[in-house]
């Protein structure tokens, strides 16, 4: 089941079961991101705790870590982030892009799942693995938009112009996709409101507080037109 894609609402819910606000040891790891490019060797012990975490830190400037151009394109699209794309295998991940800290944590489901901390340049975004392959890229970070300029911060009103808008709730969390931005994600600011909504379409989007943004974008795929 975490193959599928969100193309509709009772499926996109399947991809906000891994939706959890952001974990100590994922703060570690952002702290890792700014260390290792700051030139510091990140070389973090295997670690376990209550949620199973188990770290493989790869030292800083190790070789297969990043070729000469690396991933430094913060461009997110429908099924990617510049040139780290959804389907590649860890592998080939590493050798494209510099990947901080590989990292297996037990999930919101119970289960155990494996993720990369990936550097971009002063940033970073953790890519989830299914099967040895990239499946889901989670962005918590400002400094990678849409073509457009959509990503984190973004306010309620810029996503609200974008075409068949609506709201998928799960996960305590409510999530805006559109047809416009296939195979993305937005995680709105504030949870799930109090107030209950049936269908939250466009019209109950724009009845949210205008201080509500995006605090997360998922990169979830969208699958071509036949």
């Known amino acids: 089941m975490r193959g599928l ?4 609402p009772a ?3 399947l ?3 891994a939706c959890e606000t952001k974990t100590t040891a994922e703060s570690r790891s952002a702290d890792s991101v700014r260390a290792a490019d700051s030139g510091i060797a990140v070389n973090a012990p295997v670690a376990t705790g209550s949620r199973g975490v188990i ?3 790869t030292p800083a400037g190790d070789a297969g870590q990043g070729g000469p151009a690396g991933c430094n394109n913060k461009t997110i699209t429908s099924n990617a982030v510049g040139t780290l794309r959804l389907g590649l295998s860890v592998d080939s991940a590493k050798v494209i892009c510099r990947v901080v800290r590989d990292t297996t944590m037990r999930g919101a489901e119970g289960m155990m799942e494996r993720r990369l901390l990936v550097s971009f340049g002063g940033d970073a975004l953790d890519a989830e693995i299914v099967d040895g392959r990239v499946w889901r890229l989670d962005i918590r970070s400002a400094a990678f938009r849409t073509p457009d300029s959509l ?3 973004s306010a309620i009103g810029d996503l609200s112009r974008l075409g068949e808008v609506r709201g998928l709730v799960g996960e305590g969390v409510l999530v805006v996709v559109s047809p416009d931005r296939c195979g993305l994600s937005f995680v709105l600011s504030g949870g ?3 107030t209950r909504v049936r269908n939250w379409d466009s019209a109950a989007l724009a009845r949210l507080p205008r201080s509500t943004t995006v ?4 990169v979830v795929g969208c699958a071509p037109s036949r």
């Open 192 to 194: 799930i409101p109090a």
């Open 215 to 218: 605090e997360r974008v998922y």
């Open 151 to 153: 990503g984190v911060g």
């Open 11 to 13: 499926v996109g819910l």
């Open 15 to 17: 991809c906000l079961v």
């Open 55 to 57: 770290d493989r830190a």
């Open 5 to 8: 894609r969100l193309v509709a």
